[in-house]
């Protein structure tokens, strides 16, 4: 069996992943996809942001709302995702409601 991570250990990774984020946006629209589905995305906005494309015209707007669906449907269906983090997606909150919780 794995080890098991701390709840420090979680948090300094999920920390790290949202500097990189906040660093380099792109990453927050390739995250949670097969790499097939990110290629296609990081490689329009590149276009765009390079003016070889306009992605507020209506058939990119398109385009890349179908990718976003499949990135987002990959992810929530992935096997690598749990079922605590499924049952989230489904079941949103509003705020954060045990942010006092202390692991014993």
């Known amino acids: ?3 098991s991570r ?10 790290l992943s949202q500097k990189l984020a906040h660093k380099d946006p792109i990453y927050q ?3 949670g996809s097969d790499p097939a589905t ?16 306009d992605l507020e015209e209506e058939g990119w707007v398109l385009t890349m709302g179908l990718l976003d669906v499949q ?14 983090t499924k049952m989230g997606m489904q079941m949103p909150k509003a705020e954060d409601i ?3 919780f202390d692991e014993d």
């Open 1 to 3: 069996m794995g080890q």
């Open 29 to 31: 629209k390739l995250a």
């Open 71 to 84: 990135r987002k449907a990959k992810f929530a269906t992935s096997e690598k995702v749990n079922e605590i």
């Open 98 to 100: 045990i942010s006092d």
């Open 38 to 53: 990110s290629e296609s995305i990081g490689v329009l906005l590149k276009l765009g942001e390079l003016g070889y494309i």
């Open 6 to 15: 701390s709840k420090y250990e979680f948090w300094k990774e999920a920390s």
